[in-house]
Structure formats: C-alpha cells, structure tokens
C-alpha cells in the first residue's frame, strides 16, 4: 500500500503530465491493459457493485421497490438484529468455534509435521502423509453424509457399534453440547494434512547442521524439538495463527451446514454468523435483517484482517496481503 | 557420558513409539470415513436399517449402484458438474492468468493501483445479501449453468499466487522478445504461458477442485432438477431422504422402497471417485502449490 501511495504523490506534482500520463500509459501497453479488462469488470461487477448494495442494511428492503426504491429505515434492522440476543450468540459461537479448530489443529500439525520429518522410511513417510492430505480433498456435502454415518442416532456407526457391545447408544441429534467435538474432529480429519503439508516444507528447508550438532552434543529428540524445531518453526506457526485470526468472524458455511444442517435444536452451539445470515435470506427472506447481519460481518472482519495483515507485515513483511 | 547416551537411546526410543504411533493413529482416523464410505455403499440396505452403518458389512449388496444407475437422475448431475468443472476452469484460467500476467510486469505503470483494487475486495465485501440480489434480480442468472461457475471466475489468491510464478519469468527475454517485434498478447501465449506450465497446472487443479465440490452456488441459485451439480444432489439425499432417493429412479415400482442409506454412500463414492483415481498423480502440484503461495494459500 505504501508503494501506491508514493507513486500517486509523485506523479501529483506533476498535474499536467499526469493527465497525458494516464492516456499515455494505457495507450503504450493497451494490449496489457486489455488482457486485465476483463478481470477489473469481474471485481467490478461481482465484488465492487454488491458493496453499494449495503445500504439495503439501512432500509426496509421490498422486492418490487427494488435496492434504491425501498424505504430507508434507519438502524431497524440492526435494533432487531441486537436487542433479539441472537447477535451474542452467533457471534460468540463463530469465534468460539474458529479459536477451538485453531488451537487443535495448530498443535496437531505442528506435532505431525515434526514427526513424518523423522521418518526415515520414504514410502512409510509418503503413504501416510498422502493419505493425511487426502481428505482435503473431499467436499463438504460428503463430511456431511460421513457425518450422518457415523452420529446419526437411530443408524449411525457409532450407536450401532455401542450397541453391539450392550451399551447406551447417544442420541446425537439433541445434544448440542457435543457438537463442537464433533465440529473439530471433522475440522482436524479436513484440515490437518494441509497444514502438515505447509509445516513439513517449512522443516525440511531448516539446516541440518543445528540438528547434527546437538545431536552430537547428547541432545535427544525430545530436547531437539523442544529447543531448535519449535524455535525455528515459530515464525511460520505465528503467521498461519494471524491469518487465521484474521478470518475469526467468518464461519465456514459449507462445513457448518453441512454438518449440522436445519436441525434446530442444535443452533444453541453451532450456530455460526453464517448459517445465521443464509437462514435469514433463505428462509426467512427477511432480507433487511440478513444485509445487516452481514454488514456487521464485514465490518469485524474487516478489522480483524486489516489488524492481523499489520501484525504479519511487522513480522514478516513478503507474507502480508498488502 | 555414557550414562547421558543410554539415557538419550532410552528417549529416543520413546521418542520413536510416539512419533510413529502418533502418525499410524492419524493416518487410520484420516481413512476411517472413506471405508465406511465404502463398507455403506456396499451393504444390503435392510442390514444397514437393522443394524445401522458398520465398518464390517454383514450382508454384501449392489443395490446401491443398481438404483443410482437405473433412473438418469445422478447421471444428470455428473454432466452438470463436470460441464461446470470444465468451463468453469477453462475460463477461469484464462482470466486470472491474463490479469496476473499483466500485474507481474514491472513496465506497468498501474499494477499497484490494480492490485489494491483486488486486494480490498480480499478486505471488505458487501456481504451476501446484495450479491445474491445482484446475482438473482439484476443479472438474472438463476437457474442458468452460468451461475455456477461465473461468480467464482476469479480467486484473489491463485491470482496473486500465478502472479508471484509470473514475476520468476526474466525480464530481459520479454524484452528482447519486444526487440524482435513481439507484441505483449504474443509474448504472453509464446514465452510466458508455456514457461510457467506447471504453475499453471498448479493452479488449474485448485479451480478444478473447487468447481468440482463446490455446492454453496447450487444451493442458493438452482432450484430446477436438470441443472443439479452432484454435491447439491448429495445435500438432497441428507435432508430429504427417501422422496429424493425415489426420484433417483421415477421407473421403480410403487411400494418398493428403494436403498436410501446405502445410495448417499453409493453417491458420495461416484462424486470423489475422480479425486482418489487422479489423487496420485496430481498431488505433487497442490504440494507446491501450497508451500510456494506458502501462508497466504
């Protein structure tokens, strides 16, 4: 961003040129500049135009009337929206959620990183590490049919295995409080290989010496970890964790509904900002309040990424957005 | 000395257990869900209404399949979403590719203007609601093959990450390329695109992937049957179970219920079957993928 700013105060002194400059510039690699058109419009029409579209969070949207004909209607949707109590809890729940899959999934990949680097047999080494990557690769919707296998109550693998050794089986469906578990046991099963992934590469870049060096000093495996892996690690594991902070206010739609789905008893833990707003649009159709819902997403995670970006930037300028 | 090496061995021991344990454990949790895939699509449906899903079928049935492929129902979707997958792909390339190339070049005066004008949409959004009203009211495109792909035409970060392998390209053979009377549009198909293949490629299977299980456009704007990708039919077959798994196949006879719990097995199968078939062949690119774009992936 500071390199936009220098070149737009460089070329404000020079006021006559610049007007030249732009026609001049767009004249002079018009071919480039046309290649790029077509991905401009698209951030234009799909990105920029929906975000004029946010005043429908300040009106009492009609179909008919249409964005610009509905009548405006102050902070109502918000007032709505705040004083309904739902706010806390979609928001308490989305940050919730996204802190527990960060922490876990942190401290697993980081550990199983460290350990398929100590594999010494390649083909022990590549089959697992394959088969940890492997579920990156499976949608949502199928978690959510895995998902029915294994907790569904009346059929699910799990009730029938407890069963089948004369034991209460659960009744899964209403039981809120176990589906954040169940949230992050998916959220690991998805998202672990792809970390290890990231922290593997990032290993294998680090000097072999430190390693051998300690080794030959008496260091064992646990104090090789503990005092050169991590150390040396630690600027890649605090970059993931910022930017993954910057998305703290953003609920995975696709993981959530898919896993939970319409089953309203279970809104009470697993209700995310998202799913609140599809529901809101979706079925409610009550189009004022979701717009509002989603503006005060965009807003904190606006904040969030603006904040987090900084703090990467601080610490590691190549890896920042901006 | 030597009591700190036995010691050390004594850890190191330690140290393997828990490390190779550790990965065993993970690996067979990571499987768990693909072989109970299978063991459900491969069970007689009323073993699966007696006993419930297992990991060991009691009675082995094809009846799954049988249903799937009797009516044209999960037929329909497979065309819809390879359809999707391939033109969605293809024009995706060809945009992010255009507009990366352009904002790798160091002679272009605007590149860091446009790039923030990417950037801040990475930023701030106007959330859901008036892109789904623009999507659905202005442009019209519900219920269109379109609008299962053009919203997602191009992804910030693969473009800024084909930009990053764009900017490895060295600058002396655009110019020289210039000198000889090249334009930029020929430069960019001759030298720039066949010099960055694998990027490419790279990048390719990312948007592959993701129009192949993408569901969130097919949820919100396709209501007509015909146009149902297989991931919105699987969504289908969770909530609604049986009338969905009827309509699989409007020919069967009233009165025989068909194999709901095996068929969403069945189902998910067919839909990742593509994945696990070229999973060997293309992992190497989503590797790099992920540790060249390295966090921001």
Known sequence: ?322 | MKRSKILNNKSNLVYNIVAYSSIILFSVFCLLPFWLMVAGAFTDESAIIQNGYQLIPKKFSLDAFDTIFAGNRVLNAYKVTVLVTIMGTTLAMILTSMMAYGLSLKTIKYRNQISFYVVFTMLFSGGLVPWYILITQYLKLQDTIWVLFVPYLINPWYMFLLRKFFTTIPESLIESAKIDGANDFYIFVKIALPLSLPALATIGLFYSLFFWNDWWLGLLFVNDRRLQPLQLLLRALVSNLSSEVQALNPNSKQGIIPPAYSVRMATSIITIGPIVLFYPFVQKYFVKGLTVGAVKG
């Open chain 1, 1 to 322: 961003m500071s390199k936009v700013l220098c070149e737009t105060g460089h070329s404000g002194k020079k006021v006559r040129l610049r007007k030249n400059g732009i026609l001049h510039e767009l004249l002079k690699n018009k071919t480039i500049y046309l290649m790029m058109l077509p991905g401009i419009l698209f951030f234009f029409i799909f990105a920029y135009i929906p975000m004029v579209g946010v005043i429908m969070a300040f009106k009492d949207y009609n179909i008919k009337k249409g964005i610009f004909g509905s009548s405006w209607n102050g902070l109502d949707n918000f007032k709505f929206f705040f004083s309904s109590g739902d706010a806390f809890r979609i928001t308490f729940n989305t940050v919730y959620m996204n802190l527990l899959f960060l922490i876990f999934s942190t401290v697993i990949s980081v550990a199983l990183a460290i350990f398929l680097n100590g594999v010494t047999k390649k083909v022990f080494k590549k089959v697992t590490q394959s088969v940890m990557f492997l579920p990156y690769f499976v949608s949502w919707a199928i978690v959510g049919i895995i998902t029915q296998g294994f907790f569904a109550s009346e059929n699910g693998a799990i009730n029938s295995f407890l069963k089948s050794i004369n034991m209460e089986p659960v009744s899964w469906n209403s039981s809120p409080e176990l589906w954040p578990f169940i949230l992050v046991i998916f959220y690991l099963w998805k998202w672990c290989g792809y970390n290890v992934v990231i922290y593997l590469a990032t290993i294998t870049g680090f000097d072999t010496e430190c390693f051998e060096a300690a080794a030959i000093d008496g260091a064992s495996k646990f104090q090789q970890i503990r005092y050169i892996t991590i150390p040396l690690l630690m600027p890649t594991i605090i970059i993931l964790t910022l930017l993954q902070i910057g998305k703290i206010f953003y609920g995975d739609f696709g993981m959530f509904y898919s896993i939970i789905g319409d089953n309203g008893i279970l809104y009470a833990t697993t209700d995310v900002i998202d799913t609140y707003v599809y529901r809101a649009l979706r079925l409610m159709s009550d189009f004022g309040m979701a717009s509002a819902v989603g503006l005060y997403q965009s807003l904190m995670c606006f904040v969030m990424v603006f904040g987090s970006n900084l703090l990467v930037r601080k610490y590691q300028s190549d890896a920042a957005l901006f």
